[in-house]
């Protein structure tokens, strides 16, 4: 359950997605807020701290909080704002196969209410087992926490390997995924950032000295096909980060959203495939791969099964059982891949016309993505924060890049969903996106 802080991010976020805030305009003042939500004064202060962190709002003097320009609002159509989206576009999904499957779980409705299963619907959690057979590593089906999407696997995550600790910090590959830095926030975690060098090394020094001094809870990493970027960390890095969980005791929170989203079609296995001391708590979703808007995720959760179960149980006791019903009818008999090749072709050639485009403007990609629909614009000449509303036109929105990285690469950073890119609308504002920041320099 979410904190009153937690709950005031979360509430304004989305009206400011939703459109009822618009760029430049402003939201309500902290008192107003102190009055509305009976909260004290700081709670509403620090809700706006983390917004503006986010990415949302910006504090301007004599005017308060306004939302920001980087577009994270809705705009007249929802393609028009698309870009900042945090979820692949919709017409890239077969949901046809998905509500066959629907219709043919409901048979079986009936039957699955008599046992509950809190841990989640059994037949859901016997194929999660058998497709990372077919990957080359093992699961056992008793292992999987089914849960209500990626966020809550997260969440339960975070909060079984701080739970009991008086002043918990968790180590942060970044950028990151920017419902993991909310959600470390919400918690009052802090948080000890990671970042992979150029030459595609990691400097542990300050990791290695917090692990030594027991200061760290966990290392949360996404290493496959990683939001934003798309890109997969290199083996080096993994390896480095699996030897010193293994000599500091200290479990990794491993994110698995958009492993089965690479272009190539090929499969990695996680790195919970080379855990054998239960120290990774792997935490997948098939919101982002096969069924958006379901909200179906699973944990495994490793030594931390007990206290996992726990916080689920106090949480939300189950997860919704058609969808588990309809996502195991599914993946029964391979009749998901399909779909999800469908799914990861158009995304492949989304991204990579993105890429192309972007760098005709004069803004190349310094990473290429792998997987997932994102494209991460760094090292940009000048904060987004200085961008005009939309970029000087209606048709391009973007999420500002501190809300997946809150130093200061991330304020010269936006995040693209690719997936949404429209060439014949779209492309005149990157042009003039280009312009803008080749002025701003």
């Not at 975690?189 to 300050?206: C, S, Y």
Request: charged fraction near 20%.
């Amino acid at each position: 359950m979410l904190s009153k802080y937690g709950e005031l991010v979360r509430l304004v976020a989305e009206r400011i997605e939703r459109g009822d805030y618009r760029p430049g305009e402003g939201v309500p003042s902290l008192r107003t807020l102190q009055q509305q939500y009976d909260i004290s004064l700081n709670t509403a202060r620090r809700a706006y701290y983390e917004l503006e962190r986010l990415g949302y709002i910006e504090a301007r003097p004599r005017s308060g909080y306004v939302v920001t320009a980087g577009g994270r609002t809705a705009d007249q159509s929802v393609e028009a704002a698309s870009l900042a989206s945090p979820f692949p576009h919709p017409s890239l999904y077969d949901t046809r196969a998905l509500s066959h499957a629907f219709v043919g779980a409901m048979r079986h409705y009936h039957d699955a209410l008599v046992d509950p299963a809190p841990a989640g619907l059994p037949a859901l959690r016997r194929q999660l087992a058998r497709l990372a057979a077919q990957e080359g590593w093992e699961m056992h089906a008793d292992e999987v926490l089914i849960t209500c999407g990626g966020m809550e696997a997260l969440s339960l995550a975070i909060g079984a390997v701080t739970h009991g600790a008086a002043s918990p910090q968790v180590a942060v590959l970044l950028p990151a995924f920017p419902g993991l830095l909310g959600r470390l926030a919400e918690q009052g975690i802090r948080m000890l950032p990671l970042e992979v060098g150029a030459d595609g090394r990691l400097d542990t020094t300050r990791l290695e000295a917090a692990l030594a001094a027991g200061q760290l809870q966990a290392i949360a990493l996404m290493p496959v096909h990683a939001h934003p970027h798309g890109c997969s960390l290199p083996s080096a890095v993994t390896q480095q980060l699996l030897a010193l969980s293994e000599r500091y005791d200290v479990p990794l929170i491993e994110d698995d959203a958009y492993r089965w989203l690479g272009f190539s079609g090929d499969i990695p296995s996680p790195l919970k495939a080379q855990d054998r001391a239960g120290r990774i708590l792997l935490c997948g979703t098939f919101s982002k791969s096969l069924s958006p808007g379901y909200r179906v995720g699973w944990l495994l959760p490793g030594r931390y099964a007990a206290i996992a179960a726990r916080l689920k149980t106090s949480h939300t006791l189950a997860s919704p059982l058609p969808n588990q019903l309809a996502l195991a009818e599914l993946l029964a008999g391979n009749r998901y891949r399909p779909a999800l090749a469908r799914l990861t072709a158009g995304l492949g050639q989304r991204v990579r016309r993105l890429e192309a485009d972007l760098a005709e403007v004069g803004l190349p990609v310094p990473q290429t993505a792998e997987g997932g629909c994102f494209i991460w614009l760094s090292g940009l000449p000048a904060p987004v924060t200085q961008l005009a509303t939309g970029s000087g036109h209606p048709a391009l929105h973007f999420t500002p890049g501190n809300a997946c990285h809150p130093g200061l690469a991330g304020a010269h950073a936006l995040r693209l969903n690719a997936s949404f890119y429209q060439p014949a609308q779209q492309r005149p504002a990157l042009e003039a996106l280009a312009l803008r920041l080749r002025r701003l320099a």
